[in-house]
């Protein structure tokens, strides 16, 4: 099952998606993955075909400023949470996807929920992969430093950051050629570079964690809580906690899997997610 790459624009913002189809008649539910810093819709190469091939139409749009989507100057995007939410909002609505499943992984996979929370109609259910959940994250100092004063600046601006944060955070080397295509937005713009700064700057964690952790303890509808033991930067007690707060979720823990599982680990994650997307 081939996964095809897609452009549209949407209020002025060009957005590139990748889309697998499902496989004969179905009436699944689509599935909609959006992936964390630093990384692109490309995490989820291998988890697309899979949910395809069980009649699960998957969606993996780049986030406005990473991969291959639009790069705007911050005079025309805040890169801000609130910015994202909007955008994710019209995207949605140009795809016209009338109710869906979420998977969500990583810094950036907040917003999400967020918007979850502020469109619950739109939401079938929830996979949660190793996605800052609770008032106790932290942006890891990793992440941190590519946000600093005339530092930031430089770091921003090295390819090899992809290198360094995809393989820091995941514990295991990530094959060339899958880096290649990483790395290829920062190589061809130093647009890729402001964009992941400002991001980083204006993330506002403290604050959408705050409107996460209250905003779920009334969440009914089904959520899957997937998460690698191992993540040097999200414990294990954090999705613990989080699932013992929220109504209906269930947790998986998955030995010697990182901050990246969908990276290296597709076969244990589809596992469990493939039945749950068939629920709905």
Same mark, same amino acid.
């Given at each position: ?8 624009t949407v209020d002025s913002l060009e957005w590139f998606y990748r889309q697998a189809e499902p496989v004969g ?14 990384? $692109? ?15 699960? !139409?998957?969606?993996?749009? *780049?986030?406005?400023? &990473? ?9 025309? &995007? ?26 969500? $992984? ?6 999400? =929920? ?30 941190? $430093? ?6 930031g600046e430089m770091m921003t601006q090295d390819p090899l950051l992809v290198d360094r944060t995809l393989e ?6 990530? !094959? ?7 790395? !290829? ?19 506002? =964690? ?15 509808? %089904? ?13 294990l007690d954090m999705a613990e906690n989080f699932a013992n707060s929220v109504p209906d979720a269930q947790i998986?823990?998955?030995? *010697? ?16 997610? =493939? %039945? ?5």
């Amino acid at each position: 099952m081939s996964i095809t790459e897609h452009k549209i624009t949407v209020d002025s913002l060009e957005w590139f998606y990748r889309q697998a189809e499902p496989v004969g008649e179905s009436d699944l539910l689509p599935v909609l993955l959006l992936h964390g810093l630093v990384s $692109q819709s490309y995490s989820w190469r291998n988890i697309m075909p899979e949910l395809a091939q069980q009649g699960t !139409k998957a969606i993996a749009p *780049d986030w406005i400023g &990473f991969g291959f989507s639009a790069k705007p100057e911050k005079r025309d &995007f805040a890169y801000t949470p609130e910015a994202y939410i909007k955008a994710l909002s019209s995207f949605i609505e140009a795809l016209e996807l009338e109710r869906f499943s979420l998977v969500v $992984q990583g810094f950036l996979g907040s917003v999400g =929920l967020q918007y979850a929370l502020r469109n619950p109609d739109k939401i079938a259910n929830i996979i949660i992969l190793n996605t800052p959940i609770l008032s106790t994250a932290k942006l890891p100092w990793k992440i941190q $430093q590519m946000g600093l004063p005339f530092a930031g600046e430089m770091m921003t601006q090295d390819p090899l950051l992809v290198d360094r944060t995809l393989e820091g955070g995941s514990r295991y080397v990530v !094959k060339d050629e899958d880096l290649d295509i990483y790395r !290829k937005p920062f190589l061809k713009a130093s647009a890729t570079g402001r964009s992941l700064l400002a991001t980083i700057r204006n993330l506002d =964690l403290k604050k959408a964690m705050a409107e996460i952790e209250s905003g779920f303890k009334q969440w009914e509808k %089904p959520i899957l809580i997937q998460w690698g033991k191992t993540d040097p930067w999200l414990s294990l007690d954090m999705a613990e906690n989080f699932a013992n707060s929220v109504p209906d979720a269930q947790i998986v823990k998955l030995n *010697d899997v990182a901050h990246y599982p969908q990276e290296h680990h597709h076969e244990v994650i589809l596992k469990d997610l =493939l %039945p749950f997307v068939r629920k709905s």
